[in-house]
């Protein structure tokens, strides 16, 4: 077992609210986790405590075995391994499709533009963006940013890919489109942990599933032991209000 | 009460070397104002938009504390006293020390006092710029440094450009107040003017024309940048151009 990202005993409150209370947490390289729940669950929380976007109350995060925390690892060096798409897309406004994907790359790898661009037109073909690489960002659809946005955090080659709810704010149309494009990441064997409400997805893609409840992990497992034989009541509850849509 | 516009018009045809020295004082006041304020705006501006961050190490975190309290002193006082006053107060208080012309301190004074209009300026417009684009520049390992001049500052400064460009019609009127150290800028030679001749209101009437013509043709300028900024133009120069 090959541990990229090691979470232990997180907590994390906003005011008096209690949103991660004492959660353990482990990415290996190479698979696919889904974090599933219901809104207010902490999972997104969790999601952007591993990318330092939430500073955690206490507990520690591992990567490769190093304390991220401990001030010895430069964060923005780690943030830039541990990339992120989010709900919202968020790509630059001020910057086209193509420079959205270099400008890390050359900021912060250091890379040179002729590399940059290479990489980038490589990361939107993959995603099937290559034609809008010179389209502005504000132009394009939902479905469209996600897929640029997702092109921008695989061009810092990063160890691990971070999904916050990549298809909540899309049309149901365009969702497929995001969904394909994460499905083939995690068939090349990119290493992902996904906060979704696609079920289906999670069930088909994921080597591990982490139902959150309450700030707690309830319950986890491989898909199969979650979706089909879940053990805890709050689990099968969670689960039926989707089946029965 | 009655305008003599044959006199107005000698008076023109007879005075317009001073005239047009005073306007391109005027000028040289309002841009060197609003482009070296802007510069000052953004700084301060930066300054008083930086929000303490977890991350922050003690010493940054007394460093930006400090920091807002000068940036917010800065824009108080400036924005709180008329620029003439300031004017002949930093003129006198410091000639004894940097020796410097009414000139220099006039471009000094222009300067500093539209740097805080802009500050303010520029502190809203960073801080309407949605979180997500500050989220999505640290989540691929950006700095503060680089995703402000890369990401923050183009969309302030392009969803203020507006009220950046009013400074500037702003500047060419308000220079006027500099004639307080007697700098011969527009107003100062019209006042010279009037008063070798007697007739106010035929001169007055000059240079009011003057700074509408000079705040219009401003005006369009501005107007024509702004459209090119919000516009499509720009995609389809950098379409051709890749």
């Not at chain 1, 943030?79 to 400008?103: G, P, T, Y």
């Not at chain 2, 222009?110 to 502190?123: C, D, K, L, P, V």
Request: hydrophobic fraction near 45%; proline fraction near 3%.
């Amino acid at each position: 077992m090959d541990i990229i990202i090691q979470i232990e005993h997180l907590k994390k409150h906003f005011g008096k609210l209690e949103v991660l209370n004492d959660i353990d947490f482990t990415i290996e390289r190479g698979k696919v986790v889904t974090i599933i729940g219901s809104s207010g669950s902490g999972k997104s929380t969790l999601l952007r405590c591993i990318n330092l976007l939430e500073i955690p109350d206490s507990g520690r995060i591992l990567y490769e075995g190093k304390d991220i925390m401990s001030g010895h690892l430069n964060v923005n060096k780690y943030r830039s391994k541990v990339a992120m798409v989010f709900q919202n897309f968020n790509l630059f406004n001020n910057k086209n499709v193509i420079d959205n994907c270099m400008i890390g790359q050359i900021k912060v790898l250091k890379r040179s533009k002729e590399e940059a661009k290479a990489e980038a037109l490589k990361q939107l073909r993959a995603v099937g963006m290559e034609d809008f690489a010179y389209a502005r960002s504000t132009t394009l659809s939902g479905g469209q940013k996600q897929r640029v946005a997702i092109a921008r955090a695989l061009c810092m080659n990063p160890d691990v890919l971070l999904f916050d709810e990549p298809t909540s704010a899309l049309d149901p149309e365009m969702v497929g489109d995001v969904l394909d494009v994460m499905k083939e990441l995690a068939r090349e064997g990119m290493t992902m942990a996904v906060v979704t409400h696609e079920m289906q997805f999670a069930a088909e893609v994921s080597d591990f599933v982490v139902f959150m409840d309450k700030g707690v992990i309830a319950e986890q497992g491989t898909p199969d032991e979650i979706f089909n034989h879940p053990t805890q009541e709050r689990t099968k509850q969670f689960l039926s209000r989707y089946s029965n849509r | 009460m009655r305008i003599d516009l044959n006199y107005a018009w000698r008076a023109l045809t007879k005075s317009w070397p001073l005239f047009l020295y005073g306007i391109r004082m005027t000028l040289a006041f309002a841009i060197v104002g609003t482009v070296a304020g802007l510069l000052i705006g953004l700084v301060i501006g930066a300054i008083h938009a930086l929000t303490i961050d977890p991350l922050d190490k003690p010493l940054t975190r007394v460093l930006k504390k400090i920091g807002h309290v000068f940036t917010g002193l800065y824009v108080w006082v400036f924005r709180g006293t008329p620029m003439m006053v300031q004017a002949v107060f930093l003129y006198y208080l410091l000639k004894p020390v940097v020796h410097w012309s009414s000139f220099t301190a006039g471009m000094f004074i222009i300067s500093i006092n539209t740097g805080a209009y802009m500050a303010e300026i520029i502190r809203s417009g960073i801080q309407s710029i949605d979180i997500g684009q500050t989220e999505a520049a640290k989540s691929i390992g950006m700095t503060n440094t680089q995703l402000m001049i890369h990401i923050i500052f183009p969309q302030a400064i392009k969803n203020t450009f507006p009220s950046l460009g009013n400074q500037l019609i702003v500047n060419i009127k308000d220079s006027c107040m500099l004639n307080a150290i007697a700098v011969t800028e527009l107003y100062f030679q019209a006042t010279s003017i009037a008063g070798s001749s007697m007739r106010y209101i035929e001169i007055y009437m000059i240079t009011a024309c003057i700074y509408l013509v000079l705040t219009t043709v401003a005006t369009f300028i501005l107007n024509n940048i702004e459209r090119r900024l919000s516009g499509k133009k720009t995609v389809a120069l950098k379409e051709m151009s890749a």
